[in-house]
Nanobody, 116 residues
Framework: QVQLVESGGGLVQAGGSLRLSCAASGIIFSSTTMGWYRQAPGKQREWVSVISSDGRTNYVDSVKGRFTISRDNAKNTVYLQMNTLKPEDTAVYYC??????????WGQGTQVTVSS
């Protein structure tokens, strides 16, 4: 059974930092591309970042230079380090398996709120 569990969200002031974690189970994590998405109130869910099985990364322009995605294959966990947070980063953040072979699985989401 595939399961993704996010954690690490919370309330932070603008300029602060948070690190999100997404623990995966039920998959061969080390060979699976993983992504982070977010959905702000009243807006569509948007892609934020991706990390391939060999560690290649990519980011949406609005977070480049502030967010860093990483993975620990020994812990079956993908991370999103978020620095210099802005109020517009406020959203529910979701991790997702980016593999057509594995299937379309999402975590339950973790709330990030950035106060001005």
């Amino acid at each position: 059974q595939v399961q993704l569990v996010e954690s690490g969200g919370g309330l932070v002031q603008a300029g602060g930092s948070l690190r999100l974690s997404c623990a995966a189970s039920g998959i061969i994590f080390s060979s699976t591309t993983m992504g982070w998405y977010r959905q702000a109130p009243g807006k569509q869910r948007e892609w934020v970042s991706v990390i391939s099985s060999d560690g290649r990364t990519n980011y949406v322009d609005s977070v480049k230079g502030r967010f860093t995605i990483s993975r620990d294959n020994a812990k079956n966990t993908v991370y999103l380090q978020m620095n210099t947070l802005k109020p517009e980063d406020t959203a529910v953040y979701y991790c997702k398996i980016e593999s057509a072979e594995v299937g379309n699985y999402w975590g339950q989401g973790t709330q990030v709120t950035v106060s001005s």
